[in-house]
């Protein structure tokens, strides 16, 4: 038996997800798992289902179709169709990247294609390429031209995060990073610690310690710090100290990170 093909759609606008969910069901190897009308329901369907294709609208509010790729770990992202308004400069872009793309409003030739395209992908088993080619992608329309409305003056340039997307029961909302404490590797996911509540997170603690600010520092293998919200540091053996955080935690600060926690105590 021919294994299905787990889709998802997400696109803001009804009409957009309907016309798909109806080309869609004409197509027996694919198998619709979610139909979402925005970013966060994307996330959590791709938390939950381990997916193949997804229809990415591109311009949507709240959360970009560029943003909700950012935030989906790389083992988890499925082979991905852009449905995109864009001009001419981003058909160029997924054009010169093979990354394939529907430009509203397509026809059944052009939908067809673009899913021959993704069941050759698949079926090859080229999800390494793709990603990188993904990754790549968004990198060049980044760089081009922002995804969303340029920020007021009176808004933080971004960097770095400003706020982290966590899911506590069954809601998603935005942590700002100065509320973070500490944060640590757990397998696969990252604890982020504020105040007296955790939360996880899928990625790894390299990539945070790549996107957080300099008041961030990686003080061991296992854990990162807001040095402000550090209540101070504890003299350890053989040179290494122990990090005094708000909720009564000691951190290890490893001798083979000096490097990165050294001059916390240059400047005092």
């Known amino acids: ?3 299905t093909i787990r889709t998802i759609i997400v696109d803001d606008e009804l009409p957009a997800r309907r016309n798909l969910q109806h080309v869609l069901g004409k197509e027996p190897d694919i198998e619709l798992i979610a139909s979402c009308a925005n970013g966060f329901e ?3 369907a791709i938390d939950r289902h381990a997916l193949d294709l997804m229809f990415l609208d591109v311009q949507m509010p709240q959360m970009t179709g560029f943003e909700v790729m ?4 790389d083992d988890r992202l499925p082979v991905t169709i852009f449905v995109t308004a864009f001009d001419a400069f981003a058909i ?3 054009e010169v990247n093979a990354i394939d793309y529907l430009l509203k409003p397509f026809d059944d030739a052009r939908f067809q294609k673009a899913v021959a395209r993704a069941r050759a992908r698949i079926r090859d088993q080229r999800e390494r390429e793709n990603l990188r080619l993904m990754r790549r992608l968004l990198d060049q329309i980044e760089s081009e031209q922002p995804a969303r409305p340029t920020p007021q003056p009176s808004e933080p340039p971004e960097t770095h995060l400003t706020r982290l997307m966590v899911k506590a029961s069954d809601r998603f909302f935005f942590l700002p990073v100065a509320h973070i ?6 397998g696969n996911y990252v604890e982020v610690h504020s105040g007296d509540k955790t939360y996880l997170v899928r990625g790894t603690l390299t990539h945070f310690a790549n996107r957080l600010d300099r008041r961030f520092v990686r003080i061991s293998r296992t854990n990162i710090i807001n040095t402000e919200r550090a209540l101070g540091f504890e003299p350890h053996f053989h040179g290494e100290y122990m990090a005094l955080m708000p909720d009564g935690a000691k951190l290890l600060m490893s001798r083979k990170f000096r490097g990165n926690w050294g001059g916390l105590f240059e400047r005092a």
């Open 92 to 94: 160029q872009a997924f």
């Open 181 to 186: 404490d500490w944060l640590a590797s757990a």
């Open 1 to 3: 038996m021919t294994k």
């Open 70 to 73: 950012r935030r989906i770990p």
């Open 42 to 44: 994307a996330l959590e």
